[in-house]
């Protein structure tokens, strides 16, 4: 039963995500804003972590099999992409670079920032 009552609450935020989506006129997916929501909430502890730790592990587990149709949709339009390949190559190969650095520079910012934070103390 803990574990239904968790997904349920992950499945709320997804559809209060659904619904921002419908009603804000900004080109943002709704699972962006259900995640901005679930974030908030977690944040603000408005959703304790608890409530929602369990089965947010197991989806981020399972979260490789999710990859598997949109796998098969490429696969399916073979022709269509197989004209621009090493276009797409190379803006998932800029992309992927760009991401890293910036994840990396950002972790270091938070790193130094909670080293200082130990200092001042």
Not at 66 to 88: N, T
Request: hydrophobic content about 55%; glycine content about 8%.
């Amino acid at each position: 039963m803990k574990y239904l009552k968790q997904f349920f609450i992950i499945i709320f935020i997804s559809f209060l995500g659904e619904i921002l989506h419908a009603v804000i006129p900004l080109p943002v997916p709704a699972s962006i804003y259900g995640i901005i929501l679930l974030f908030a909430g977690l944040m603000t502890g408005m959703i304790p972590l608890e409530s929602v730790r369990e089965v947010g592990t197991f989806l981020i587990e399972i979260m490789p099999v999710m990859f598997v149709p949109a796998a098969v949709g490429l696969i399916e339009s073979w022709e269509i992409l197989s004209d621009k390949l090493i276009a797409y190559v190379a803006v998932t190969f800029l992309t992927t670079v760009i991401v890293m650095a910036v994840t990396g520079l950002m972790t270091q910012k938070v790193i130094r920032g909670r080293k200082e934070q130990g200092n001042d103390q």
